[in-house]
């Protein structure tokens, strides 16, 4: 199996070209450092908190009080600790048109003071209008280094510590937490999320050792997961499935660092896998896979252990971030119980 050097980056589809779908959105490496905060000195609370990210270090000196959030777990995550966000990334249905709803369906919906930013596009000069004294990005997936300077001189920024999507959501929560003074509450969190995994395993025991192929179809080859140490293989195997050897073991590079393309001429693969979940750049590729004359045989797509996913679900299968978690596994359910089921 092949193992790049960086996770593959958001969004499937949506920005691979810039890139916009599926971004390859570059994920650069640090020197190295710890993601926690300084436990030396400072108030119970744990302020200053110094932080080492990819491009350099950020010291949060208080409590933050105006807060701006530039990733999904991000948003989730400081909503849910009951922070003052001024400023937010717009859903990524919103970006897309899916939806008119700027929130995220997994968060606590923010007030109508929010003010709401592109996450395609990082304005700095926007940034700072909003006179945050924190800014959180540990999944802002387009961010790079001189727009991570830029705005550190508006105020401390909080990033990933080495590559994008690298840290699980566990590390993930906690460091979000510990910006935002409130680790405890960031540990409630995380346990909701693992009651929820329990629950499901609980459920449905016969999803153990049950395989999957995860992709998105393109024109004429699905792009298909085969890293199995990136973020959504890491979910996964939490509620115990395992990529489908049949994929995961394919040469070839692919569109996407940690995936591999793989040709409708060769989609009878597929129909190896107790679950196949795709995602799509739009309905019209959709219906191209499914009306493909390999395709449209197979098995699994005319099963309800096929499972076309929705963009915010796609999104958030992409970096499941713990606040999400509860609701990701809500959406992917009916298919789960119909795989675990299944003899």
Excluded: H
Excluded at 10 to 36: N, V, Y
Excluded at 290 to 311: F, M, N, Q, T, W
């Amino acid at each position: 199996m092949r193992r790049p050097s960086r996770p593959w980056a958001p969004l499937f589809g949506a920005l691979l070209a810039a890139t916009i779908a599926l971004s390859g959105c570059t994920a650069t490496k640090s020197a190295g450092g710890s993601a926690s905060p300084d436990p030396g000195s400072g108030p119970s609370r744990g302020f200053p908190a110094t932080f080492t990210n990819a491009w350099g270090t950020a010291t949060v000196a208080a409590a933050p009080r105006r807060v701006v959030t530039l990733g999904y777990a991000d948003t989730a995550v400081a909503g849910a600790l009951g922070a003052n966000i001024v400023g937010a990334v717009r859903s990524y249905g919103s970006v897309s048109g899916e939806t008119r709803d700027e929130n995220l369906p997994y968060a606590e919906p923010l007030g109508d003071s929010v003010t709401w930013l592109d996450p395609m596009n990082i304005n700095t000069e926007r940034i700072a209008a909003l006179g945050p004294d924190l800014i959180l990005a540990s999944t802002a997936f387009t961010l790079d280094e001189p727009t991570y300077k830029r705005l550190s001189t508006v105020a401390p920024v909080v990033t990933y510590e080495k590559q994008l999507y690298e840290a699980d959501a566990t590390e993930e929560t906690l460091r979000i937490g510990r910006a935002l003074g409130d680790e405890k509450g960031a540990r409630k969190i995380l346990g909701t999320a693992d009651r929820a995994v329990a629950k499901l395993k609980a459920d449905l025991p016969g999803l153990a050792g049950r395989t999957y192929a995860y992709g998105q179809a393109r024109d004429g080859f699905a792009v298909m997961v085969t890293e199995e140490t990136n973020a959504t293989a890491r979910f996964m195997n939490r509620l115990g499935l395992t990529p489908l050897p049949a994929v995961a073991n394919l040469d070839g590079k692919g569109s996407v660092p940690g995936a591999v393309d793989v040709s409708y001429e060769r989609a009878a693969l597929f129909d190896r896998a107790d679950a196949l979940f795709m995602t799509y750049q739009s309905g019209a590729l959709k219906e191209k896979f499914e009306s493909d004359p390999v395709v449209s045989r197979l098995r699994i797509v005319k099963s309800d252990r096929y499972l076309p996913l929705g963009i915010e679900a796609a999104t958030a299968l992409q970096s499941p971030n713990a606040v999400a978690v509860p609701w990701l596994i809500g959406e992917l359910r009916p298919t789960l119980t119909t795989v675990a089921a299944a003899r």
